[in-house]
């Protein structure tokens, strides 16, 4: 049973424009959301997270949209660059109960952007 | 080192043996967590270290896995009588707090 969903195996995009790259959740219980990057043959690498008790953080131009109804969150890089270009996983943690150490994955969307 | 370093990056062994993959965490964290990413799968929780301990194990697939971490620093994960369903890359992590993990490499792992 897929807790965490990247419905979408690629996404591909001109540089310069909006990267939007989507997941959904089924357990109403997580309550903490990351994405990571993953370049080939490296770990993945953490690049912006959520709290449920918010709806939207941006860091420079990453920007993540969480939509606790829907059980939707989204990640919007612009303007994407070639750079980056890898693999982006979706996460969620439970943070009640102490167990917000353990991380659910999705299975990854694949951003190419063309130059 | 200024990373997790894990080793080897890639193990090759037959189906049937044991192997140990090794984790190096950042100097100082104190948590530990291994991962396993099987192909066209996102990362799979296995087990997490707080110190020395094993807090939580309850990813392990079954009793052929087996984590040690004797001095809340190096980390080993050991797989006996390996099938080829074993086969993935095997991740690991570490973190200060339980926020803000620091993933390896990884260590591709193939049963033949």
């Known amino acids: 049973d897929q807790q965490v969903k990247q419905n979408s195996p690629s996404l591909s995009v001109q540089e310069g424009r909006i990267s939007i790259l989507n997941c959904d959740y089924t357990?109403?219980?997580?309550?903490?959301f990351l994405w990571y990057k993953k370049y080939p043959a490296e770990g993945p690498t953490f690049l912006i997270s959520i709290s449920s008790i918010k709806d939207k953080n941006e860091d420079g131009r990453f920007t993540v949209f969480l939509n606790k109804s829907a059980k939707h969150l989204s990640l919007h890089i612009v303007p994407s660059q070639p750079g980056d270009s890898a693999v982006y996983f979706c996460?969620?943690?439970?943070?009640?109960?102490?167990?917000?150490?353990?991380?659910?994955f999705g299975k990854g969307t694949l951003l190419t952007v063309n130059p | 080192g200024a990373g997790v370093s894990q080793t080897p990056s890639n193990k090759v062994t037959e189906k049937g043996k044991y192997v140990e993959l090794r984790c190096d965490p950042i100097s100082g964290h104190t948590a530990l967590y291994w991962y396993r990413q099987s192909l066209g799968q996102g990362p799979e929780f296995l087990i997490y270290f707080q110190g020395t301990g094993a807090a939580d194990d309850s990813g392990l697939p079954n009793d052929r896995f087996f984590a040690v971490r004797p001095e809340g620093s190096v980390s080993t994960l050991k797989i006996q009588r390996t099938e080829r369903g074993d086969s993935a890359v095997y991740l690991c992590?570490?973190?200060?707090?339980?926020?803000?993990?620091?993933f390896g490499s990884g260590t591709r792992l193939t049963v033949v």
């Open positions: 357990n109403s219980m997580f309550d903490y």
């Open positions: 992590a570490s973190s200060l707090d339980t926020y803000g993990y620091t």
């Open positions: 996460a969620a943690s439970v943070g009640a109960g102490g167990s917000n150490y353990k991380l659910t």
